[in-house]
């Protein structure tokens, strides 16, 4: 499905996906092509979380 939704300079949109690099005013996002984007532009929509372990780790006897 191809999106032909016309986008204006200055408009607001949301790019959801991964953060690829984060440097001191830009961020950078993988959106098929990297798009970068200035830093005070991009809010954190959700928190990163570690993944969960399923196993305890073992610690091994001296």
Do not use: W
């Not at 790019?15 to 005013?25: G, M, P, Q, S, W």
């Amino acid at each position: 499905m191809i999106d032909h939704t016309k986008v204006n300079r200055g408009q607001q949109i949301d790019l959801k996906d991964e953060v690829t690099r984060i440097d001191e005013d830009t961020v950078t996002i993988e959106l098929g092509p990297l798009v970068t984007v200035d830093r005070d532009k991009v809010r954190l929509v959700e928190k990163y979380r570690p993944p969960n372990r399923r196993k305890a780790l073992v610690v091994a006897p001296d």
